[in-house]
């Protein structure tokens, strides 16, 4: 672990108002060391957690994606009523679901319109539409 990322693990976290404690770090670390957006699973992450030699629990790695997603650091993303996939890029945009792989992946916003939604019923707003596109190869 580099201070490098370490400052950026820190960083990242407490400018959302989350103390950096050392598990929040090494995850923060994986998620955005290296400055890239990714889409990725509690249990993926929880993979390359201990690959990389930290040792988090599985629950920690589901209560810290809870934080980070309340901190509005990641969104999940709702591939369908069991699978929940996590993206640190948090603005809206749709995704690619690749159903052979089981991989989610950023669409192209700007080819994507709609044109109306319906309106939400008394007393509610909408709060976010997710698009995911579901692929299979031929």
Not at 51 to 71: E, I, K, M, Q, W
Request: proline share 4%.
């Amino acid at each position: 672990m580099s201070d490098q990322m370490e400052t950026l693990g820190t960083t990242w976290l407490s400018g959302a108002g989350l103390r950096p404690t050392r598990q929040r770090v090494a995850l923060a670390e994986l998620l955005v060391g290296d400055g890239k957006n990714r889409h990725f699973t509690a249990e993926s992450l929880h993979d390359a957690a201990k690959t990389s030699g930290d040792s988090v629990s599985l629950a920690t790695v589901y209560n810290t994606l809870r934080a980070f997603c309340d901190a509005g650091l990641i969104r999940e993303v709702m591939v369908d009523g069991t699978k929940s996939y996590f993206d640190t890029r948090i603005d809206d945009h749709p995704h690619f679901f690749w159903e052979d792989s089981g991989d989610l992946t950023d669409a192209p916003k700007e080819d994507l319109e709609i044109a109306s939604l319906p309106n939400a019923p008394r007393g509610t707003e909408i709060s976010k539409v997710d698009v995911v596109i579901r692929l299979r190869r031929t």
